[in-house]
């Protein structure tokens, strides 16, 4: 009886199969990135001995405690959440906007969250010390949250009318947001002190490397939002991709569901840049690869994403920790060289596809 | 029942539809004929819940401007004139987005007659099979035509207009069948012999008004179609009975 089910859902053209079995083969794929992860670093140390020695509760040598618990281990789930945060939201984005060009990075909604958490880092002195003590280190993630939200909603209500995304306004009012983004960062830095100035440059490039639990902890749950969220959007952005006449004609509710998107998107990207700074490209590189393999439909494209994002930013961490070693080339930088050609590739590609 | 009553609409200051009185049976096939700008896209987006207005319309027991929107899909589907597809979907994929099971989606691909095609790219058909995946994919929405003895709706915005005549007959057919098996069926038409073969009811619109609605005898005259179009029309009669239209005749 199953298997009879099993057979008649074999539709021909449907890719929903091969999709689930990517997934798996995509889980497996991150749990061995994950492990190798944690063996990868300037310092020699097996986490087998590590982990073996606390589960046979036997004294463990400190500095290889430390290695392993306090940096290696925080970093691979921060890595983790970051790569799957971002590459979720640019499928969600680039459902909402109908185009597979919406990155987060190259439309300027990671520049706008960025400049929420500048903001916070330079000014977060001046609150109220009440207020900047609730918050805490919640504030430079809440920053890049409400910074990221505005600029989806403006980059939204600029390049879209009537349902119809215009890909040129969008690029364009990308630019011109990435701009005035700029000119209001470069404020902040001229007010910045030396330490803080410090803080921004490394952070603006990208980097894992600051990771620590109570740093993870405070923007975990911003992240896990966005990730468990897109899913339930899946139908909706399906149905969106027939215009959103046809989506409302097959019942969404069109306004609840880009309220919904927005929050998603603001929530990983913000969260994904006060952590990690300026990482670009996850969000096109990922969906973009899983659509060539697995097809649009958002369901799945959604999981996939997610897994896939995760292990290639472990991928690039690792890179980036091994390259220059001992020291770090920042990890925003290896997305960037892998991420730039990419685009570019997708351009030349598409170039007079339906209209874009 | 779908009825509209004194609907107006009125577009960036202009009066689209000044008054539309519409009604459409459940087992029948309405069709809304009328010039280009007459208002007919327009009423059906009304009538489809696109288009705020001011009057009253409603299917059944449902006020269309109150039902939100998965009642109304639950009740009717809509096939737009043209359908963009965003993103590299295969044509059986596109079947699915409208949420019927995948079996559902093989039987209507085969009622459109492109069984064939379900694995291959949408992008790569040509725009009158696009129309046809679309058309299956609206009827997945209302696959059964009575839902628990209440009619549902199949509301067609000029589903033939890219269609060859072979594939123009056997969507009309689709539309015919699905009016005989209950449920209900609007169409705006632009071929007037098609409406002849194909409606029980017809809808002539012109200057945002239905100026004349009834069977197709009734409503498509000489006198009624020329006044809508603004043209001399001739309405004929084919001897084994059926009426066609002759737009020879303006020319005479």
């Not at chain 1, 880092?121 to 918050?135: C, K, N, Q, T």
């Not at chain 2, 029942?1 to 519409?22: H, P, Q, W």
């Not at chain 2, 058309?135 to 628990?148: E, F, G, I, K, Y």
């Not at chain 2, 945002?208 to 009669?237: F, H, I, K, M």
Request: hydrophobic letters at 55%; aromatic letters at 4%.
């Amino acid at each position: 009886m199953v298997a009879m089910t099993d057979i008649g859902t074999a539709s021909l053209g449907d890719r929903t199969r091969f999709a689930r079995r990517t997934t798996v083969a995509l889980t497996v794929l991150l749990a061995i990135v994950s492990v190798t992860s944690l063996f990868v670093g300037a310092t020699g140390i097996s986490p087998f001995a590590v982990v073996g020695a606390l589960l046979a509760g036997e004294p463990v040598d400190t500095a290889a405690r430390v290695v392993i618990l306090d940096i290696r281990l925080p970093r691979l789930a921060m890595g983790a959440l970051v790569g799957a945060a971002l590459a979720v939201a640019g499928v969600v984005m680039q459902g909402l906007f109908r185009n597979p060009l919406a990155d987060p990075g190259i439309v300027g909604v990671s520049a706008g969250a960025g400049l929420g958490a500048i903001m916070a880092i330079v000014l977060g002195g001046l609150l109220p010390p009440a207020l900047g003590a609730a918050l805490g280190y919640a504030l430079v993630p809440v920053a890049a949250f409400v910074g990221g939200g505005i600029s989806v909603i403006l980059l939204y209500t600029v390049a879209t009318k009537n349902g119809q995304t215009s890909v040129a306004t969008m690029l364009l009012a990308g630019i011109a947001l990435a701009a005035l983004v700029g000119a209001l960062s470069g404020v902040m830095v001229y007010m910045a002190d030396d330490t803080q100035l410090r803080d921004l440059t490394f952070w603006g490039l990208g980097s894992l490397a600051g990771a620590t639990w109570s740093k993870l902890l405070v923007a975990m749950p911003l992240m896990v939002l966005g990730i468990v969220g897109a899913p339930l959007l899946a139908r909706s952005l399906d149905t969106l991709a027939l215009g959103e006449v046809a989506a409302r004609h097959m019942g969404i509710d069109i306004q609840r569901m880009k309220r919904i998107a927005v929050v998603i998107v603001a929530a990983s990207v913000g969260a994904a840049v006060a952590v990690s700074g300026g990482i670009g490209f996850v969000g096109i590189v990922v969906p973009h690869l899983l659509r060539l393999l697995t097809g649009p439909a958002h369901g799945p494209l959604i999981i996939n994403s997610a897994l896939l994002g995760a292990t290639i930013l472990l991928l690039a961490d690792m890179i980036s920790r091994v390259i220059v070693a001992p020291a770090e080339l920042p990890i925003g930088i290896i997305m960037a060289l892998i991420g730039g050609p990419f685009f570019l590739w997708v351009l030349l590609k598409r170039r007079g596809f339906a209209g874009v | 029942m779908l009825t509209a009553t004194n609907l107006r609409v009125s577009i960036d200051g202009t009066e689209i539809l000044r008054g539309v009185d519409f009604v459409a049976q459940p087992g029948e096939v309405t069709a809304i004929v009328g010039p280009n700008g007459s208002g007919k896209s327009t009423l059906l987006a009304a009538l489809t819940g696109a288009q705020d207005y001011d009057g009253e319309a409603r299917m059944g027991v449902l006020d269309l401007a109150q039902a939100k929107p998965w009642e109304l899909a639950a009740r009717r589907a809509v096939l737009a004139q043209f359908t963009s597809v965003a993103f590299p979907f295969t044509v059986s994929e596109v079947v699915r987005i409208g949420g019927g099971a995948p079996d559902l989606t093989e039987a209507a691909l085969g009622r459109v007659g492109l069984t064939h095609y379900a694995a291959r790219p949408y992008h790569a058909l040509s725009g009158g099979e696009q129309q046809r995946v679309q058309l299956a994919r609206v009827l997945t929405q209302v696959w059964r035509p009575m839902d628990a003895g209440v009619a549902r709706w199949l509301i067609l915005d000029e589903p033939v207009s890219s269609l060859d005549i072979a594939h123009q007959l056997e969507v009309m057919e689709i539309a015919r069948t699905f009016a005989a098996e209950g449920g209900g069926v609007v169409a705006v038409m632009h071929d007037l012999n098609l409406t002849a073969m194909f409606a029980d009811s017809v809808a002539l619109m012109a200057g945002g008004l239905v100026v004349r609605q009834g069977p197709v005898d009734e409503v498509l005259t000489n006198e009624t179609l020329s006044g809508a179009y603004g043209c001399r029309v001739q309405v004929n009669t084919a001897p084994p009975g059926g009426t066609f239209v002759l737009p020879q005749a303006a020319q005479a």
